[in-house]
């Protein structure tokens, strides 16, 4: 069995983040993502709409994931890597290059990501309708 992992904070759920855990899959045949936590996200200073549970339920009900589990710090990924045996780490090409130590361990892919879409874009939208 071949194991994937990703890793974010998957904050107001779209078609991106969908492509993403689609393609990841895509690697293996099982997906773990891990999803930033509240208290990780505080020490990033970035603020997530959904709580940490209900982020969780919702990637729990995604078909293509098969394990959620909470990132605490930047420092985890190599110790998740060795604890659920990973054989491929996955990010968006945002990160290119930043994860490139983990190919110590295991193979590490950056996937580009959906055109368009962000959860920040998302964001910005509101808030530009809000105040319209």
């Known amino acids: 069995m071949k194991r994937i992992i990703t890793y974010g904070t998957f904050d107001l759920l779209h078609i991106g983040h969908i492509n993403i855990l689609r393609r990841a899959k ?3 045949d099982y997906l773990i993502v891990a999803i930033s936590s509240d208290q990780f996200n505080a ?3 970035k603020q997530a709409y959904y709580t ?3 982020r969780k339920a ?3 009900a995604v078909r ?3 394990q959620v589990i ?3 710090s930047w420092k985890q ?3 998740d890597v060795q604890k659920y045996n990973i054989d491929t ?3 968006g090409d945002d990160w290119k290059s930043q994860f490139d130590f983990l190919n110590d361990y295991c193979e590490v892919v950056y996937l580009s990501r959906t055109v368009g879409i962000s959860t920040s874009k998302i964001k910005s939208d509101l808030f530009k309708v809000q105040n319209d």
């Open 58 to 60: 919702i990637l729990e």
């Open 43 to 45: 020490i990033k200073d």
């Open 77 to 79: 990924k190599i110790e």
């Open 26 to 28: 895509g690697f293996g």
């Open 89 to 91: 780490f996955v990010m």
């Open 52 to 54: 940490f549970e209900h």
């Open 64 to 66: 293509d994931v098969d």
């Open 70 to 72: 909470p990132e605490n």
